[in-house]
DNA sequence: ATTCTAGCTTTGTCGGACAAATCCAGAATA
DNA sequence: TATTCTGGATTTGTCCGACAAAGCTAGAAT
C-alpha cells in the first residue's frame, strides 16, 4: 500500500535552465528593457551562484531563442527577437516536417492575400514609397531572376509590414522564406516570367495606392497563380520542400 | 594605396557555434534522421576537437532550437522540432513586440478561416472522430470556463490538424496561443458564452462532416465575432497583448 | 586637446575533477 | 531457465582554475 502523497514533485530542472529562465522571466516582464545591459559573465555568476559555465550555457539558449544578444563589444543585451531569425528557425521545422509545396502555396494564398487586404486598408505614405522604390528597381532587373528573385520576397515583405499587422508579418514569414526561393527558378522558365512578376507588382502597388479591395485580391491571385503555374511546369506541387532550401536560409542567416 | 585583395574574409565564428552548426547541417541535410542517436559529449569531444565545455555550449543552441532533445536517459538524439515548442519563442517574440488584440484578432481570422476551409476540403474520418470526442467533452463542461477555454483551443488545433496543411497548423498557432488564453474571462462574462461557443463548434463540426465551406466559413465568422464582441466587454481591441499571457505560456511549456 | 600606450576586463576556450544518475553485465536467486 | 540484484563503468551536470585574444580605459606623451 502506497504511502500518502505527502509531497509535492520537487523542481530537479539543471542550473543552466534555471538561468535562462530567470533571465527571461525578467525580459518578458519588462523588468529589463530591449537595449539594456544584462551584465557580464562574472557578474551572472556571482548573482546566481553558479560557475560561469553553468551561467554561459543559459546563456547560449537565451541567445538562440533571440532574447539576448551580444553588440559589437560582445557585451550582453536583451533585445526584440527578430522576426525572420524565428522565421528561419520555423523554415527549418517545415523542411524537416517535408511539407508539400502545396502546403505551401495554400498557406501563402491565405496570408499574402491577407498582408495585401491589410496594406489596401492601412498602408501609410512612406509604406508606399518603399514599395514604390523596390517595383522600380525590379524594373530594372527584369531580366535578371535571381536580382528579380530577391526584390519580390523583399516587395512581399514590405507589403506585411505595410499592412501594420505585425502577427500576420511573422506568421507569413516562415512559409515565404520556403516560398520565394523557388521565384528565381520560375521566372526564368516562363515565357514573360518577369515582366509579369513586375507587372503583378505595380497592380499591387497601384490596388493600395487607390485603397481598392478587389484589385489588391485580384492582382495576388493572378500573382500567385503565375508562380504556382512556373513551378507546375518544373515539378509537382506534392514535392516536399527540398534540402537546398536549408541552404539558402542557411546562407541568408550568416548575413 | 591598397594592396589587391588577396584573401577572402575568414570565418571567425566561435568554436561553440562551428559544433551547433556541423551537427544542425547533418540533420537538416538528413544525414541523421530524426530519432536518430547524436553521440554522447565525449565522443562529439572527440569528433571535433574541442572542449567539452565548448560542445555543450553548442548542444544548448540546438536544444533550444529544437533539433536535438534528450532522451528520458538523457542522450542526445535528433528530432522533428515541435510546432508548439517554437510557437511558444513566437508568442513570446509577439508579447515583446507588444502587437495589439486587434492584431491578433485580424490575423486568426485569416488564418482561422483558412483552417476551416482546409479541413472542410480534407477531414479524414479520424479527423472528425476527434473533433466529435472534443465537442462531447466541452459539452460536458459548458459551466466551467477553465475547462471549456483549453478544450477550445485543443479544438482548433484539431481543425487546424484535419486541413492537413502543416504550414497553415505552424503558421496559426502563435496567435492561437496568445488568442486563446483569453477564452475563459469572455466566456463567463457574455450571456450564454458556454453555450454559444459549444454550439458554433457544433456547426463547424457539422460543416466539416458535410462538406460545406459556406457553413464553415460562417460560422468561423460567427464564432470569432462572439469573442471580439466579448472581448471589447473587457478591453479596447488596442490593448497591447500582455505580460499575463507569457505566465500562461510559460506553465504550458513545462508540462 | 589629441594620440598612444600599458594595464585591466571580458570573452572564448581549455584541462581536469567529482557527485549523481544511468546503464550494463555478471552474480545470485527463485 | 528466467528473473532479480548488484557493483562497476559511463555519462551528465556542475565546479574550479587557467590563459590567450580582443576590447576597454585611464593615464602618459605629444
Known sequence: MPTAPFFRRIDVAPAYQKVADAIER???NGRIKPGEPIGTEQELVQQFGVNRSTVREGIRVLEEGGLIQRDSSRRLHACLPRYNKLATRLSRALVLHEVTFRELFEASMTLEAASIQGA??????????????????????????AALAELDAEFHVLIAKASQNR???????????????????IVGRIAEGGARLVEAHRHLLDAIKRRDKEAGALWTRRHLQDWRRGFEKIASLDRSVEHMYMEHAHAARRR
Open 167 to 185: 502577427v500576420l508579418q511573422l506568421a507569413r514569414e516562415p512559409a515565404a522564406q520556403l516560398f520565394f526561393p523557388t521565384t528565381e527558378m
Open 26 to 28: 525578467e525580459i518578458v
Open 120 to 145: 489596401v486598408e492601412r498602408a501609410t505614405d512612406a509604406n508606399v514609397a518603399e514599395l514604390a522604390d523596390n517595383l522600380e528597381r525590379s524594373e530594372k532587373v527584369v531580366a535578371d531572376p
